[in-house]
T-cell receptor
Framework: EPEVTQTPSHQVTQMGQEVILRCVPISNHLYFYWYRQILGQKVEFLVS????????KSEIFDDQFSVERPDGSNFTLKIRSTKLEDSAMYFC???????????FGDGTRLSIL | QKEVEQNSGPLSVPEGAIASLNCTYS??????FFWYRQYSGKSPELIMS????GDKEDGRFTAQLNKASQYVSLLIRDSQPSDSATYLCAVNQGAQKLVFGQGTRLTINP
């Protein structure tokens, strides 16, 4: 069964450094998403991406965050200057339409020191 | 921010019994509703989707939707120890965004 793949599985970074989290969505899906889950808390929406542009973003997704689809398969989340509070699991998801089920990758655990 | 509410549990159910999980949501415009299962330290795994009022069955799982009451539920029949996990209710808000509840932790006791 097709799946969303994310790399790396765990990223440890010093505060203030830039990180790029990578995702390969399911191949025939057109909508891509990033969510995060701080330990012990809810899964929170960050951003959705369709037709090579951001279609919706949350208040969490401030100027430090950016997304890109650099080629036909990858979808990336960049955090420019990481803060301690960015430590969380980051999940990439994809769906074939906006209202259909979103399928999640295994996540990247981001630890900011 | 429109909310999705779940009882955080823990909910303990004996093996072989029916587990009943509930969720309410505040956005009357929501049209798509999902249940995800999340094992500790893992990602959300889609179990059920439901879009219209009534029941939808898939194997041991039944999702129920009542849009007038803004209520979604998940029944798990013949509960197994492997069903022990956190169950997340998720609701589409707007075109694409999913809003998740805090999850209900379910424990199936052998």
């Amino acid at each position: 069964e097709p799946e969303v793949t994310q790399t790396p599985s765990h990223q440890v970074t010093q505060m203030g450094q830039e990180v790029i989290l990578r995702c390969v969505p399911i191949s025939n899906h057109l909508y891509f998403y990033w969510y995060r889950q701080i330990l012990g808390q809810k899964v929170e929406f960050l951003v959705s991406f369709y037709n090579n542009e951001i279609s919706e973003k949350s208040e969490i997704f401030d100027d430090q965050f950016s997304v890109e689809r650099p080629d036909g398969s990858n979808f990336t989340l960049k955090i420019r200057s990481t803060k301690l509070e960015d430590s969380a699991m980051y999940f990439c998801a994809s769906s074939n339409t906006g209202a259909r089920p979103q399928h999640f990758g295994d996540g990247t655990r981001l630890s900011i020191l | 921010q429109k909310e999705v509410e779940q009882n955080s549990g823990p909910l303990s159910v004996p093996e072989g019994a029916i587990a009943s999980l509930n969720c309410t949501y505040s956005d009357r415009g929501s049209q798509s509703f999902f249940w995800y299962r999340q094992y500790s330290g893992k990602s959300p795994e889609l179990i059920m989707s439901i879009y219209s009022n009534g029941d939808k069955e898939d194997g041991r799982f039944t999702a129920q939707l009542n849009k007038a009451s803004q209520y979604v539920s998940l029944l798990i029949r013949d509960s197994q120890p492997s069903d022990s996990a956190t169950y997340l209710c998720a609701v589409n808000q707007g075109a694409q965004k999913l809003v998740f509840g805090q999850g209900t932790r379910l424990t199936i006791n052998p």
